[in-house]
């Protein structure tokens, strides 16, 4: 029986878990700090208001708020599962009794540290604008605003160590160095992971020659690292996502359930390896992390005349790159010299044990829930230390150590062969450029898509049916603290239009005028299968009055539409949550009477400026969505900057939800005719 559960144990385990939950549910006394994605909230409401020392208490309150969460969770994980230990005697109750004690211990724990805050959800957009160091910008803005350089100083250093591309930010930095009051000390990371941060201040002594100075700084990131790595794995015991179940419909066995969970939350410790080792903002790992520690050490620890200790740190990097040549070679010299041979260190034996361990579990959940899981390159050996020194055992020197940002030689999985040059379709749209004329690839440059009179309808419409950050989540600005986005989809407009609240025929035009550009999009570029709606989008960006003073930020930043874009590694990853099923993207312009936001192509670096295009009404961009066309908008100085912004797919599975309703809206009131004799005559259902 051991390692089986019988019905009977199961139905106990059901009833000690509703017990045990009810016992531990959260006191309605309690009287919990605020939600950190509130005070996020009230901040960015405090800076449209021009409230500066309102944001900056709210936004510091945010992030203090955010880091105990977070370390609560981390505390209250790791203090159960000491309290409740799995031993070495399993049986029908043992496991569940277990799980069922550490449950109850981490509810009570985490209610106790944060209370109800712990029943709070903070949405998933939140959770990425922390993520990508997004308050700092908004903090640099507010103090700069309160004349507190020093303080602008740091937030803006610390937005830009994960925001490297960021060039304004880089400018910014520059001018506070010049600012009275702000010292060097003043350019502090205040989110820098103290594993990294050690491990890079021990590199520099080590290039310096400070071997002495390097060991104790190498063996200090050596613990961090370990202790990171728990407090990696500990946040990933929270809910996970069960991508494409229906839970209403959810019908899996108890085994069945178990397993899937698991095997997620397995999964997210796993890559505990990859993010120790990616830097803020990156999407790519340092290359040979881990495994760079023991190298440096044992060399460090040669210099110092310490050879027991660099025996034990090359052996300790053999684990990890068995038959390493050049590492064997200095694991005989050491033993020579020794006279005896030695051990690699326990706790990363353990470490590379577990992994595996993790690496087979893996493959059985991943095969029990229908999925494909393919072991990540954790450790690729071409990462390694820049040394030119050898060690006197005729060695031929040392693998060089090449970080992902160096690599120049990356490049982009070679993309199918396509055309374009096709007709236009309507006789009134002109050429303007084609890829060759805008230095790129699956790119044009097209005007008189749309006429001025439809140019100033579908302004008006715009101006009567946005609204702030409508298609951002709510967010009143997405990308850039310095403007108000507004925006409204294809259902909504017909939606307005129908209530009476707009008129129909400008709901109607909008509705027309996208399916103009999908048709010109799919002809030009000869494309032999349906062009689908993926996202469309009625959009304005108002420069925010008061806020553009010495502003050097971009309005969009530099980005591809269905890849992840790694300036650094000169690549772009397709792979969520990137929206990998975009093929093309086009903008069609309503005006061009305002100051800035020009539309930029620029190379993978994200730097490198190809083509610019000034938005015009009736002017039209269109290009692949791939890695081949990074795209972003100039910052928006004055006035408004309002333009139709679509999204095309050729794998019908993701056509755009709002516009399948959309064209049955359409073919309703079409039948009904409720247009009269107005309107373009165009099938919104004409797959060519």
């Known amino acids: 029986m051991d390692g089986k559960f019988s019905p009977a144990a199961i139905f106990s385990v059901v009833v000690l878990l509703l017990l045990l939950l009810l016992a531990t549910a959260p006191s309605s006394s309690s009287a919990p700090p605020e939600p950190y994605d509130l005070l996020y909230d009230t901040a960015v409401r405090a800076f449209y208001n021009s409230d500066y020392a309102a944001v900056a208490r709210h936004m510091e309150g945010a992030l203090r708020a955010c880091k105990e969460v977070r370390s609560s969770r981390v505390r209250c994980r790791l203090r159960c599962q000491d309290q409740h230990p799995f031993d070495a005697t399993f049986s ?41 160091r997004i308050p700092y910008n908004y903090l640099q803005l507010a103090y700069r605003k309160l004349e507190q350089p020093d303080q602008a100083a740091a937030a803006a250093h610390t937005y830009f160590q994960a925001n490297p591309e960021h060039v304004e930010m880089g400018q910014n930095l520059e001018q506070y160095k010049d600012q009275p009051g702000v010292e060097e000390e003043h350019f502090v990371d205040r989110e820098a992971r103290p594993h990294q941060r050690s491990f890079a201040a021990a590199v520099g002594l080590y290039d310096e020659g400070d071997h002495r100075g390097a060991i104790a700084l190498f063996e200090e990131a050596l613990v961090q690292y370990y202790e990171a790595d728990s407090e990696c794995r500990a946040l990933c015991q929270w809910p996970q996502r069960f991508d494409g179940h229906d839970h209403l419909r959810y019908r899996y066995s108890l085994y069945e359930i178990i397993s ?36 440096y050490l044992q060399f460090a620890y040669f210099h110092e005349d310490r050879l027991e200790e660099a025996l034990q740190c090359s052996l300790t990097y053999l684990l ?72 006197p055992s005729g060695t031929d020197g040392w693998m060089e150590y090449v970080p992902i940002s160096e690599k120049k ?33 699956q790119r044009v440059l097209l005007d008189r898509v749309i006429s001025e009179e439809e140019c100033s309808d579908l302004r008006r419409l715009a101006h009567a049916v946005t609204m702030a950050g409508d298609g951002y989540r709510g967010r009143m600005s997405p990308h850039t603290p310095n403007e108000k986005f507004e925006g409204a989809t294809v259902l909504k407009t017909l939606q307005f239009g129908y209530e009476g609240r707009v008129p129909m025929g400008s709901a109607r035009l909008f ?33 925010i009055t008061g806020q553009q003073d010495h502003r050097n930020d971009l309005s969009h930043p530099i980005h591809a539409d269905n890849c992840l874009l790694d300036p650094e590694a000169n690549e772009c990853w397709k792979e969520p949550p990137a929206y990998t099923y975009r093929d093309f993207s086009a903008l069609l312009y309503l005006n061009g009477d305002f100051e800035g936001g020009e539309f930029i192509f620029t190379e993978m670096d994200a730097k490198t400026v190809t083509a610019s295009v000034k938005p015009l009404c009736g002017r039209m961009v269109g290009f692949s969505s791939g890695g081949e066309n990074p795209h972003g908008v100039k910052a928006v100085t004055s006035g408004q900057r309002c333009a139709v912004a679509l999204w095309f797919t050729l794998d019908p599975l993701f056509r755009e939800l709002e516009r399948l309703q959309a064209d049955e809206v359409i073919q309703a009131l079409d039948t009904q005719s409720v247009w009269g004799g107005g309107g373009l005559n165009i099938n919104p259902k004409d797959e060519l």
């Open 320 to 391: 990890f790159h068995q038959g390493e040549e050049s590492m064997t070679d200095n694991v005989h010299y050491y033993r020579e010299m020794l006279g005896h041979d030695g051990q690699p260190r326990e706790e990363a034996a353990w470490y590379l044990r577990r992994h595996k361990q993790e690496l087979e579990l893996l493959l059985i959940g991943s095969e029990t829930m229908g999925v494909e899981f393919t072991e990540g390159n954790y450790w690729s050996s071409t990462g390694g230390r820049e040394d030119s020194n050898r060690i």
């Open 92 to 132: 029908d109750l043992r496991f569940p009794d277990v799980v069922l004690r550490r449950a109850a211990c981490m509810n009570a724990c985490i209610e106790e540290r944060i209370g109800t805050q712990s029943m709070h959800k903070v949405g998933e957009d939140v959770v990425q604008d922390f993520h990508r």
């Open 511 to 543: 509705y027309d005028v996208s399916e103009r550009a999908r048709r010109v999009i799919e002809s030009y570029f000869l494309l032999n299968s349906t062009l689908h709606f993926s996202y469309t989008h009625l959009v304005c960006r108002t420069a």
């Open 260 to 295: 899937d969970h698991f095997t997620q939350v397995l999964h997210c410790e796993h890559e505990c390896v990859r993010d120790l080792a990616t830097r803020p903002g990156r999407l790519s790992p340092m290359e040979n992390y881990l495994p760079q520690h023991y190298d």
């Open 409 to 441: 030689n990356v490049v982009v999985a070679a993309q199918q062969q396509l055309k374009e040059g096709g007709p236009l379709v309507y006789e009134d749209v002109q050429l303007v450029q084609n890829s060759a004329a805008l230095n790129g690839t």
